[in-house]
């Protein structure tokens, strides 16, 4: 059993794990400090969390994004992990449910996720809830 909720600073340590699923190594400050700059400057962002009381089992990161070519912002789901040990036990799915009664419940029109290249098991999960490949997102490190 497990209850959704949202993400504190409380948790960051816990989110560790999670991020590591995805390949975004952080330390529990770097993820609390992250997390509360989320928390204190996005009013339409919103982190879920997936607790068993004793850990956390899965986390999706969703944010509004304003668009001039649609007619409401688009909802995205910029990152959602579960456990290994939690997959196919429902976790994900609760987690995606929430982000698209969250997002409908701002009245948005659209949801888009954002899965890397190599994460084929993600794909076929989000494929089998409805979503649809649509277009390539192209990236670049500003940092070299």
Known sequence: MFALRDATIEDAA????????????????????????????????????ADAGDCLLGVAVLHCTP????ATPVGRITAIAVLPSAQTHGVGRRLVDA??????????ARIEVTSGPTY??????????GYADQGVRFAKDLHE
């Not at 999670?18 to 982190?47: K, P």
């Open 67 to 70: 668009a001039l070519h649609r």
């Open 14 to 49: 816990a989110l560790v794990p999670l991020l590591d699923t995805l390949g975004y190594g952080a330390n529990a400050a770097t993820i609390a400090e992250r997390l509360g700059q989320l928390l204190a400057n996005d009013s339409t962002g919103r982190v879920l969390v």
């Open 99 to 108: 982000a698209e009664d969250y997002f409908r419940g701002l009245g948005l």
């Open 120 to 129: 084929a098991g993600a794909h076929s999960f989000y494929r089998r809830l």
